[in-house]
């Protein structure tokens, strides 16, 4: 069955670039099927979404980081990859890949926000 | 950004018995293509989220039918018919509009 695996470094300084990468495995990320997340959760916290992406490249995220997030995909390897840059203390969290399931319907297909399978998510710390 | 508060944060429930939970959402979920996009995920102690119920009531594969879903426009709920054991954790609901946002999450334990 599909499975997600993030990576990355679990510690990244403040004002650099977070980089992430989620691995598709059991199936192909290329499926028209599905959209692909990012989702956050700071330790005893609750979930942020942070973006998707479509197997075309086209993008959708959150607009409180917007400004510093760059979601891609690359089909070649099965992945899916984050970049969140001039990162601070509050981006700490527990970042999970995600897939949406897309509802289709009279000819088109909207995503559902069902997150069917999920990562075991990465934790990453932002500190000096 | 649509809010979505849950009621009650915390549901201590005997074994066995019914719990329920409830969401809100400060604008209808309702879709321009007539479906309504709200689900609900339980997170276990140390574990990713997993999706139990999606489109308000369709419960996912592998989901026990001690769970249902119900409700519409802006008012949901989360029913456990007998809970389990093994129902412990937190329960989230969330909806499709962009961007994507999340209830605040709804911690059920076992009294």
């Known amino acids: 069955q599909v499975q997600l695996q993030e990576s990355g470094p679990g510690l990244v300084k403040p004002s650099q670039t977070l980089s992430l990468t989620c691995t598709v495995s059991?199936?192909?990320?290329?499926?028209?099927?599905?959209?692909w997340s990012w989702i956050r959760q700071p330790a005893g916290k609750g979930l942020e979404w942070i973006g998707r992406?479509?197997?075309?490249?086209?993008?959708n995220y959150n607009p409180s980081l917007k400004s510093r997030v760059t979601i891609s995909v690359d089909t070649s390897k099965n992945q899916f990859s984050l970049k969140l840059s001039s990162v601070t203390a509050a981006d700490t969290a527990v970042y999970y890949c995600?897939?949406?399931?897309?509802?289709?319907?009279?000819?088109?297909?909207?995503?559902?926000?069902?997150?069917?399978?999920w990562g075991q998510g990465t934790m990453v710390t932002v500190s000096s | 950004d649509i809010v979505m508060t849950q009621t009650p944060l915390s549901s201590p429930v005997t074994l066995g018995q019914p719990a329920s939970i409830s969401c809100r959402s400060s604008?209808?979920?309702?879709?321009?293509?007539?479906?309504?996009?709200l689900s609900w995920l339980q997170q276990r102690p140390g574990q990713p989220p997993r999706l139990l119920i999606y489109?308000?009531?369709n419960r996912f594969s592998g989901v026990p039918d001690r769970f249902s879903g119900s409700g519409a426009g802006t008012d949901f709920t989360l029913k456990i018919s007998r809970v389990e054991a093994e129902d412990v954790g937190v329960y989230y609901c969330?909806?499709?509009?962009?961007?994507?946002?999340f209830g605040q999450g709804t911690k059920l334990e076992i009294k």
């Open positions: 604008q209808s979920l309702v879709h321009s293509d007539g479906n309504t996009y």
């Open positions: 489109k308000i009531s």
């Open positions: 992406i479509y197997t075309s490249g086209s993008t």
């Open positions: 969330t909806q499709a509009t962009q961007p994507y946002t």
């Open positions: 059991g199936g192909s990320i290329s499926s028209g099927s599905y959209y």
């Open positions: 995600a897939r949406d399931l897309l509802n289709c319907s009279g000819g088109s297909c909207y995503p559902a926000g069902a997150f069917d399978i």
